[in-house]
């Protein structure tokens, strides 16, 4: 006896959700792609990124023909950040080095389009258990290497640091300042986990993978190595906002005193002594004064750079050539002869990278999608995280550009900031759906 054929809606809606998942992998394996790749730093790891990110966007506008609409919750985020990678192809389109601007458009598209989709995709509980594991195992991929790094076993066809790998750990980057920034993220995910979820099978790994973070950090000698530290505590302020919001104003406000605390402590020389004696402790051997002298000879050239084209920049990629039409000659100051005297790969501050590259067209669009992503974020563990996360990657953009110069922590950065959602209850085109994808209301 023969069977009628499978009523259209069924089979469209089987087909939507194959659509879906395959570019939810897609956009994991660019989650996972991103650090491992040596930080997509390198040409063929930032062409790989490139790739994979846009084959992650490609297949999520096939997903959303096949289901006929397009599932974006937030829109004040969703329309921001389009407008930014609008402005960034134009900008490149028009930089002076037109090929590394676009190269640089790519990424920017890779990366924000990801968390786009993501933002577009991840709306169960199953899925979002998805991009949470990829997060969780790229970790642990990472902080592997640097601890077999440690006992001397390089990675074949990775670029290693003035050939020392043994001393400073880097583990899939090149440089450890850019291996610590990418921990910022492992750091915030793992405590946010453990403070969100019941002990069960998965606690002790995911305890392994927090320490393994921090020791792996001490050793890479980098401004970011307090940050990292910081993002392991700021989930304790999240989740008192999640259970007790009286709590969590609390903690912010005591977290805020405590800064400017700080603040005003390494104002005075005997607060920077201090702070030098406890740095050298943690692993970090410059000094408070040779990192804010540093800081600043390479600030200039930010500034330089924005005086001379303050509304649209440079384009994007261009900082590696424009910087060094702002550099003074050579001196015998110690501090500035570091910056004038050598390349300088970036403006080692978000701030100023983007400001200078896409001006402040750029630069209020990127605000704008980044503040907009706190809209409607819902209390997800990747929505936590990502809470956790921003005003970590604030702090560091003042002395770093971990957000605007890193492929390979760019891209997990902003899918947890900006691709984070409510899970939404299940509609008739989802089903008939397997168990995992019926999971919406599973506890976080």
Not at 66 to 76: C, F
Not at 356 to 372: D, H, K, P, Q, R
Request: contains cysteine.
């Amino acid at each position: 006896m023969t069977h009628p054929p499978a009523p259209p809606t069924t089979f469209r809606s089987r087909a939507a959700r194959t659509a879906e998942w395959t570019a939810l992998l897609a956009a994991c394996l660019t989650i996972t792609w991103g650090p491992l790749a040596q930080g997509s730093a390198f040409g063929w790891g930032f062409s790989g990124l490139i790739l994979l990110g846009s084959v992650t966007v490609a297949l999520t506008l096939l997903a959303t023909g096949v289901r006929g609409r397009l599932d974006l919750p937030n829109p004040v985020m969703t329309l921001s950040a389009l407008a930014f990678l609008a402005w960034v192809w134009i900008s490149g389109n028009g930089a002076p080095d037109r090929l590394e601007g676009l190269r640089w458009a790519g990424i920017w598209t890779a990366t924000l389009g990801t968390a786009l989709c993501v933002h577009a995709l991840a709306r169960t509980h199953a899925r979002q258990q998805t991009v949470l594991s990829t997060f969780l195992l790229t970790g642990g991929a990472a902080v592997t290497l640097a601890l077999m790094q440690q006992q001397g076993h390089l990675i074949p066809g990775f670029t290693y640091l003035n050939g020392v790998p043994d001393q400073i750990l880097t583990g899939p980057y090149f440089h450890p300042s850019h291996y610590s920034g990418y921990l910022i993220t492992v750091a915030a995910l793992t405590s946010t986990v453990l403070l969100n979820t019941r002990p069960s099978w998965h606690t002790l790994p995911v305890l392994a993978l927090a320490a393994g973070a921090q020791y792996t950090n001490l050793f890479t000698d980098g401004s970011s190595i307090p940050a990292v530290m910081l993002a392991a505590g700021v989930p304790v302020i999240v989740w008192a906002w999640k259970h007790r919001p009286w709590a969590g104003g609390t903690l912010s406000a005591a977290a805020l005193a405590a800064a400017t605390w700080v603040v005003m402590t390494l104002a005075t020389p005997a607060g920077q002594a201090q702070f030098d004696t406890y740095s050298k402790q943690i692993g970090i051997n410059q000094s408070f004064e040779t990192f804010i002298e540093v800081r600043k000879a390479i600030h200039r050239f930010g500034t330089a750079l924005i005086d001379a084209q303050p509304i649209t920049g440079t384009g994007p990629g261009q900082w590696s050539t424009e910087f060094q039409t702002v550099r003074a000659p050579v001196t015998d100051h110690p501090f500035r002869r570091f910056a004038d005297g050598q390349y300088v790969n970036y403006a080692h501050s978000d701030y100023l990278m983007v400001a200078v590259e896409l001006g402040l067209i750029g630069a209020a669009l990127l605000s704008l999608t980044l503040l907009g992503s706190l809209i409607g974020r819902g209390w997800t563990t990747l929505a936590l995280t990502g809470t956790a996360l921003l005003p970590v990657y604030l702090f560091t953009g003042l002395y770093d550009s971990h957000l605007s110069a890193i492929p390979g922590t760019m891209i997990g950065a902003y899918v947890l900031i900006i691709g984070a959602r409510r899970r939404q209850p299940i509609t008739q085109s989802d089903r008939p759906g397997t168990p995992a994808d019926t999971q919406v209301n599973a506890p976080t």
